[in-house]
């Protein structure tokens, strides 16, 4: 696609409920990032993925967090047992080589998943 | 803490006249830094970007100014319009992070008609 498609935009679930968020990148962008934004706040890291090469995954806050890639392309984060602070707009980008970003090439975010937990 | 910071969360400037948004940095490795910015219910948008061995780049309407020695960037808007109300983020290639890009909290800029 043209940009970095995120879906469900709005998710509003029970708290205990597991919830999948789906990304899916700009065609050729080979790293891909998960981004946490609660209200009025900066981003914070989840996950960030490159190549075939294993997950960076030192952002997830807990183990109630994970998220896959399949084929080098879209990804799936997953909140298993969502809790009311799990509540924010989940950004998920995407860049044509991680590595990249030391030579200038940007990041492209998403329209973001916005997860109320009730 | 964040290795990157931003002096006002709101800054709210009349229509017309230019805005100044800055950033301190602590990492003096970075050598790569972004502006975004992010209208309300968007996503992050790429506004400008510039490199350690530049001081100052130009876009349209925009500048970013780069000072090493104090670790400090700040984007700088000319004769701001409706649509430049949004949160403005600063972003680092600091090496931590992920792929070394680290995210300052925002500033909240209101243009007032």
């Known amino acids: 696609g043209a940009g970095v498609s995120q879906s469900p935009s709005n998710k509003v679930t029970e708290k205990g409920k597991d919830v999948e968020l789906r990304c899916d990148p700009i065609?050729?962008?080979?790293?891909l990032y998960w981004y946490r934004q609660s209200l009025g706040q900066g981003l914070e890291f989840l996950i960030y993925?490159?190549?075939?090469?294993?997950?960076?995954k030192s952002g997830l806050p807990s183990d109630r967090f994970s998220a896959e890639r399949t084929g080098g392309s879209v990804s799936t984060l997953t909140i298993q047992r969502t809790q009311q602070e799990d509540s924010a707009v989940y950004l998920c980008?995407?860049?044509?080589?991680?590595?990249?970003?030391?030579?200038?090439?940007?990041?492209?975010f998403g329209e973001g998943s916005w997860l109320t937990v009730v | 803490g964040e290795s990157v910071g931003l002096h006002l969360p709101t800054l709210s400037v009349q229509e017309g006249d230019n805005s100044i948004i800055n950033c301190a940095y602590s990492?003096?490795?970075?050598?790569?830094f972004i502006w975004y910015k992010q209208e309300s219910g968007k996503g992050p948008q790429f506004i400008i970007d510039?490199?350690?061995?530049?001081d100052k780049r130009q876009g349209q309407r925009v500048t970013v100014l780069l000072n090493k020695t104090v670790k400090h960037l700040s984007l700088q808007i000319a004769a701001t319009q409706p649509g430049d109300s949004a949160v403005y983020f600063c972003?680092?290639?600091?090496?931590?992070?992920?792929?070394?890009?680290?995210f300052g909290k925002g500033t909240h800029l209101i243009i007032q008609p």
């Open positions: 980008a995407s860049s044509p080589s991680g590595t990249g970003l030391r030579s200038g090439n940007t990041i492209y």
């Open positions: 065609s050729g962008h080979t790293a």
């Open positions: 993925f490159q190549g075939n090469s294993a997950p960076d």
């Open positions: 990492n003096s490795a970075s050598d790569y």
């Open positions: 510039i490199r350690s061995n530049m």
């Open positions: 972003a680092e290639n600091s090496g931590g992070g992920a792929d070394g890009l680290t």
